[in-house]
């Protein structure tokens, strides 16, 4: 093993959003042998889901350094900074995008190994993401479930599929449930795109209202990703906070913010459409309801849920029903770690992983170059617009005039970017949506 793996290493996260920023720091620090000293970079893509300092502090997860770059900008300090790790937080294609253009950097000279995964559960565009991540060292997987699914679209491909690696969600822990508190605390914990429409996004605030009235001695939270104004993973058109205005809930209905483990720390009943806080509920052993009124459907994402015996309606918890979840399900998820069902000790999720980077890190002659399954060969209708979205050419490097810069913007391009990008904002938040609904009529 290198001396690198066992005294020092240092690890770069690139990431494009607070949660994917939250995954990858936090795979970061898993993947660090216990005896190693970790020095930590973070890299935030500007976009429109570049987390606010506010969303920063949430998360909770403390680098060395943290700064905002385009892509080209991020591709230049890779080929200057001798980093171990490099872990990939970004969307399918920011991935796919980043791999090409550091294969055109990196060329066949020393290189950093490249982990990339998912943040939570893969419920959709299951092939579409699979292969836009390939051609990382890693593709981590956070079940057997995953691992199983995941191996078996790159054979089917005729990919290389030796890449996926079987770890956890990296955001599991924190204190089991010992039992109810007072008051009974019921959490509904929202997603910023499920459901997508007024309409059910209404019904469910409406029936979680109702759910505090019908029981004025529980304690109804309704947990929330972001603020008005701030962006997520995915856009949020109907935040909760503006639907919940003028409709008067009761003194025991309250709005929450901050870190979702304090959130479980006080909780009784989880309720959820298909949020991964679902899961972290279940490793805890918080009893958990994923709900079923409006139909378990792909478009939901709640249908990844079936079979775990935590499918339920409001009406159904109204009347006090209470979830138990099916001990196999859970397994095969990698939820509540060590609990008679086999699954194994949470705390050595990530040994595999780590026993693969350091056999690549001692690997003989270094690394080889990316071999991405996307090429200008095998995708020459798909891979050129992907990449030119980052400002890269098919080849994977920079085009001409892309954005960078060889030094830190000074104070007024920081305002004219900030002005810019809350623009950008503006105008995905605001603004888009309107032009959609008009285009509907």
């Given at each position: 093993m290198p001396a690198s793996a066992t005294k020092s290493l240092r690890v770069a996260v690139l990431a494009d959003s607070d949660t994917r920023w939250k995954w990858g720091a936090l795979t970061a620090r898993r993947l660090a042998p216990a005896a190693a000293e970790v020095r930590l970079d973070g890299y935030l893509l500007r976009g429109r889901a570049t987390p606010t300092a506010r969303?920063?502090?949430?998360?909770?997860?403390?680098a060395d350094a943290l700064r905002e770059v385009t892509g080209v900008e991020f591709l230049r300090a890779m080929t200057g900074e001798p980093y171990d790790v490099l872990v990939?937080?970004?969307v399918g294609g920011g991935v796919q995008a980043m791999l090409h253009g550091l294969r055109a950097a990196w060329g066949s000279g020393r290189r950093p190994v490249v982990v990339t995964g998912y943040v939570g559960v893969v419920y959709e565009k299951l092939a579409d993401g699979l292969l836009l991540r390939h051609g990382a060292d890693l593709v981590l997987a956070n079940s057997r479930h995953d691992a199983d699914r995941f191996r078996a679209v790159y054979e089917g491909v005729g990919a290389d599929a030796s890449a996926v690696t079987e770890v956890a969600l990296p955001f599991l822990g924190g204190a089991p449930y010992a039992g109810e508190h007072e008051p009974y605390t019921v959490v509904f914990a929202a997603q910023p795109s499920v459901p997508d429409n007024r309409r059910d996004r209404t019904y469910l605030l409406d029936r979680l209202i109702q759910h505090a009235r019908r029981h004025p001695e529980r304690e109804v939270l309704l947990k929330l990703r972001s603020k008005p104004g701030e962006h997520t993973t995915h856009i949020e058109e109907l935040p909760y906070q503006k639907l919940v205005q003028g409709k008067e809930p009761p003194a025991n209905f309250r709005l929450v913010?901050?870190?979702?483990?304090e959130v479980l720390d006080r909780t009784d009943l989880l309720v959820t459409v298909s949020s991964t806080a679902a899961l972290e509920a279940l490793h805890r052993r918080v009893p958990t309801v994923v709900l079923t009124d409006l139909g378990v459907r792909e478009v939901l994402g709640n249908h990844h849920f079936t079979g775990s015996g935590c499918l339920a309606s409001?009406?159904?918890?109204?009347a006090g029903h209470r979830p138990v979840p099916d001990e196999e399900w859970l397994a095969r998820q990698g939820v509540a770690a060590g609990t008679p069902s086999g699954a194994g000790s949470y705390e050595t999720a990530f040994d595999a992983a780590r026993e693969r980077i350091a056999k690549l890190l001692d690997r003989p002659g270094g690394l080889p170059p990316l071999n991405p399954y996307y090429t200008p060969e095998t995708a020459p209708g798909y891979l050129p617009g992907i990449l030119a979205r980052h400002h890269l050419g098919p080849d994977g490097a920079p085009l001409p005039g892309a954005p960078a810069a060889d030094k830190a913007p000074g104070p007024v391009r920081q305002i004219v970017r900030r002005a810019a990008r809350g623009a950008y904002r503006h105008g995905v938040?605001?603004?888009?949506?309107?032009?959609?609904?008009?285009?509907?009529?």
């Open positions: 969303q920063l502090q949430e998360v909770g997860v403390q990939l937080a970004l913010y901050g870190h979702m483990g409001w009406d159904q918890l109204d938040q605001r603004v888009a949506p309107v032009i959609r609904r008009m285009g509907e009529l």
